[in-house]
């Protein structure tokens, strides 16, 4: 199983970023994928996730109407569209796998990690 995160980097406030996971090692189709970060010093904290279908979509309310989760089934890939940056959404950002079809927000539901991304905003 690998997921391979990308896209991250140094943007101003207000700004925008795309990133991406990359997908291989297992059927990409029948597993729900989330986003997770962690800022320094703190603790994980779930982002958002996509169910196995791409039908249903869930946010933490700290990023709620400014990110979004989609995924490219041809490509492997899920992406998480971030607008409206703000420097407390510094943090690098890791994507993981669910154990099922539903995503969630406990940590319980993820059996596989791919390595972070960087992102850094600016006041």
């Known amino acids: 199983v690998q997921l391979q995160a990308s896209g991250g980097g140094l943007v101003p406030a207000g700004g925008s970023l795309r990133l991406s996971c990359k997908a291989s090692?297992?059927?990409?189709?029948?597993?729900?994928i989330a986003w997770i970060r962690q800022a320094p010093g703190k603790g994980r904290e779930w982002v958002s996730c996509?169910?196995?279908?791409?039908?249903?979509?869930d946010y933490a309310d700290s990023v709620k109407g400014r990110f979004t989760i989609s995924r490219d089934r041809a490509k492997n890939t899920v992406y998480l569209q971030m607008n409206s940056l703000k420097p407390e959404d510094t943090a690098v950002y890791l994507c993981?796998?669910?154990?099922?079809?539903?995503?969630?927000?406990?940590?319980?539901?993820?059996?596989?990690w791919g390595q972070g991304t960087q992102v850094t905003v600016s006041s």
């Open positions: 090692g297992f059927t990409y189709a029948y597993y729900a």
């Open positions: 993981a796998r669910s154990r099922y079809a539903s995503g969630g927000s406990q940590a319980g539901h993820y059996n596989a």
């Open positions: 996509i169910s196995a279908s791409g039908g249903t979509t």
